[in-house]
């Protein structure tokens, strides 16, 4: 890479080196090849087209799908002394025009339209004439005739803008992208297989939770309790329910907005205004809120109903946490959520292959809220990800509740779809299992089958339930359909034969609580911030993300040497706003003389700019944990000290043995276990860690079967 991005990426975004997959993109621009990067959200798409427009002459057209995306972005720019504009129909023609003639005299390195602006001749024209250094596609899915979010008009503009001779290169983003929509985009941008980028889907500073079998609004009013100064958003199914909750949750003094489409183009826009800056804590809205939303310090994001798709799941979750600190990703679910989403797809006006599509994704997003295994793995298996394991923080991951062999109850289950000839849906199974007197159970002589009743002392939501279970740890298929089938696969019958145990789990959401940065301090620094970006009319997060303040609170740099070592801070932001903030810390140093640093900035834990590549995107914390480790603690020490979970430790040894790091694996097992993993492992028809674990007794940790695999190349 060369000096000048890089000194592009120091100087203006206050960077030291590029997170996992910028600097391919970039390189790949830069040498005019048509590229797609799919990197998870927060992850830094945006400098894949910022920095080679930067290093770059000419114009760069970025065709983002929403007004809100492209004023957020234009406001970041601006801030960093960066000739930025955007061209959409919030502007008066008068306004659009000024803007047009600035775009034409050079005067604009960015500039941010919608899709719809390229109906227009004229502005087609205007771009004609000028010299361009790229066009980006931001949110890409939305060209995919396959994406969860398709839009005909992003679709649309592809065949104008390959009539125009001065584009040099396309540049595609999206967070999430199935298989399908990877080959649509390329298909459309001709993009090679080679310009493909990903990055994984993980967003390793997510926890995903699910909640079941709780009142939701009790729950959102206790979840609040505990968090009355984070930033979140609740997306709800409908817009009678988003109107019933900022009701309910503004009766109770909760800082909130509400945000759908119901509501005038003046009330969203200042909703909107007030949560972005800060002014209102809690967002309530439908799914219409958000989509490129850069607000980088929501803390958690909770769905009050299980949404479509796990593609709009992921995407939604993913507006938490953007800068990179734990946030936390609720799905309160419930079985009406079910119903609802499959009456929104009846009631579409999708032709009967696209609402057929709509049903087999949206199996996918009841599967997901019936498994028992990790949360953020069955996400990323769903997208294709090579990188499956389970996270060690997601609800699933963190329970300490004993686990529950039903296998007996499964075989009777399994059984019991097998003498129904696989012709009937959950519903209808659940009936008979239970004894049902239901009158289609008697008319279809489901009540003499040997299975009728055999589960008669549990409820048909139980059993309904356990069913939906088998399906997601897929030990039962369905027919795809607005009306699903279910029937046995190889997996069942490895069941019902006694060869494959069943298990369930109850998984309590766990409390975590920050304790690496000075709170106080961080309250003192935000509003602060705050303050300066009230004067300067714009959100607080574009002066320094969260991420970013609690660095300052680690380490307390008063230097600016120091000050240019955080994560976040360039030369330019130092100028504006780095003596205001260090001398802040000064003062509050003077005025808490025993609160020391919770991070040194000299010895053992170097400040970000002496970090590795992979230190610097990632953090300090996998490292902290390698060198105590290395030190000779035990994983539970480390764990106790860093007030961490013991897979949370666990998983950052992996990652810096990936970094690099030698680890001796041997410590982990012994000869005959050693043995035994990898003649089990010979043995599986896939490649995945949970049937190997499940095929193994219950002493032989996920720990000792991944040190076994990666010690003999395997893994």
């Known amino acids: 890479m060369s000096s000048k991005v890089e000194h592009i990426l120091q100087h203006y975004f206050g960077y030291h080196s590029f997170r996992p997959g910028q600097a391919e993109t970039i390189n790949h621009v830069l040498h005019k090849k048509n590229t797609l990067a799919v990197m998870p959200t927060g992850s830094g798409k945006s400098l894949c087209y910022q920095i080679p427009s930067l290093a770059k002459e000419g ?67 205007m771009i004609k004439r000028i010299q361009l250094s790229l066009v980006a596609f931001d949110e890409a899915h939305c060209i995919s005739q396959w994406g969860h979010d398709f839009r005909p008009s992003y679709r649309s503009v592809v065949p104008i803008l390959k009539q ?15 298989k399908e929509v990877i080959s649509d985009i390329q298909d459309l941008l001709q993009i090679n297989n080679e310009y493909v980028v990903t990055t994984g889907f993980e967003r390793e500073n997510l926890s995903f939770y699910l909640v079941k079998g709780k009142d939701k609004a009790t729950y959102i009013r206790s979840f609040l309790k505990e968090h009355p100064n984070d930033s979140g958003i609740i997306y709800t199914a409908t817009r009678k329910q988003a109107d019933k909750l900022y009701e309910q949750l503004n009766k109770l003094g909760v800082s909130v907005e509400k945000y759908h489409a119901g509501l005038s183009e003046t009330e969203r826009k200042n909703a909107q205004s007030a949560f972005i800056h800060d002014e209102k804590t809690v967002m309530v809205a439908t799914n219409a809120f958000g989509m490129g939303i850069d607000k980088s310090n929501v ?6 109903a299980m949404p479509m798709n796990i593609e709009s799941y992921y995407q939604e979750a993913g507006r938490a946490g953007r800068d990179g600190e734990p946030s936390d990703c609720i799905l309160l679910f419930s079985p009406q959520d079910v119903q609802l989403q ?16 709509e049903y087999r994704k949206l199996q996918a997003m009841i599967n997901y809220c019936h498994t028992h295994s990790c949360l953020s793995a069955f996400i990323l298996d769903y997208f294709g990800d090579k990188n499956i394991h389970a996270c060690g923080r997601c609800s699933h991951c963190q329970s300490n509740q004993e686990k529950t062999d039903m296998t007996v109850e499964a075989q ?123 004067a300067n009319n714009v959100p607080p997060y574009v002066l320094f993300s969260d991420a970013t303040l609690r660095d300052l609170c680690r380490y307390f740099p008063i230097s600016k040497e120091d000050m240019l070592q955080i994560k976040g801070i360039g030369e330019k932001k130092f100028e504006q706003y780095g003596d205001i903030f260090m001398q802040i810390i000064q003062d509050w ?110 002493t032989y940790s996920y720990l000792k079967i991944k040190a076994v695999l990666v010690k003999n190349g395997k893994m």
Request: with cysteine; proline share 5%.
């Open 59 to 125: 114009t760069a057209i970025i065709i983002s799908p929403l007004i809100s995306l492209m004023k957020d972005q234009v406001d970041a720019l601006q801030s960093l002394g960066i000739n930025a504009t955007f061209i959409n129909s919030s502007l008066s023609v008068a306004e659009q025009q000024i803007r047009l003639e600035q775009m034409l005299a050079g005067k604009c390195k960015f500039v941010y339209v919608a899709p719809e602006r390229f109906e227009s001749s004229y502005f087609v024209h």
């Open 342 to 357: 499959k009456f929104l797809i009846e009631q579409s006006e999708m032709d009967e292959p696209s609402k057929q599509n």
């Open 164 to 178: 125009l001779s001065n584009i040099p290169v396309f540049v595609a983003l999206t967070a999430t992208a199935t």
């Open 299 to 304: 803390r958690y994001v909770i769905h009050y």
């Open 589 to 698: 140093k003077k005025e808490h003389p025993e609160i020391k640093p919770k991070i040194q900035i000299t010895g053992t834990a170097p400040m970000p700019k002496q970090r590795t590549n992979q230190e610097i995107f990632d953090g300090p914390s996998h490292i902290e944990s390698y060198k105590m480790f290395q030190a000779g603690k035990s994983i539970k020490d480390i764990a106790s000290i860093r007030d961490m979970t013991e897979q949370t430790i666990e998983r950052h040894l992996f990652k810096a043995f990936k970094d690099g790091y030698p680890i001796a694996w041997d410590i982990f097992f012994n000869p005959e276990e050693e043995k035994i993993i990898l003649t089990q492992h010979e043995q599986m028809t896939e490649d995945r860690l949970k049937p190997l674990k499940e095929s193994l007794p219950d």
């Open 412 to 534: 009777m289950i399994l059984s019991c779809v097998k003498r129904m000839g696989e012709r009937f849906g959950v519903s209808m199974t659940a009936k008979v299992l239970r004894g049902s007197k239901d009158k289609k159970v008697i008319s279809f002589r489901l009540d003499t089958l040997s299975t009728y009743g055999i589960l008669s002392n549990y409820t048909e939501k139980e059993l309904t339930e356990w069913i939906h279970f088998l399906i997601a740890e897929q030990l039962l298929d369905t027919e795809e359909g607005k009306y699903p089938t279910i029937k046995l696969n190889q997996h069942s019958v490895e069941v019902l034969k006694g060869k494959r145990k069943v298990w369930m789990l109850s998984a309590p959401i766990p409390v975590h609580d920050d304790t690496d940065y000075d709170k106080g301090l961080f309250a003192e620094l935000r509003t602060v911030r705050k303050d300066l970006a009230d």
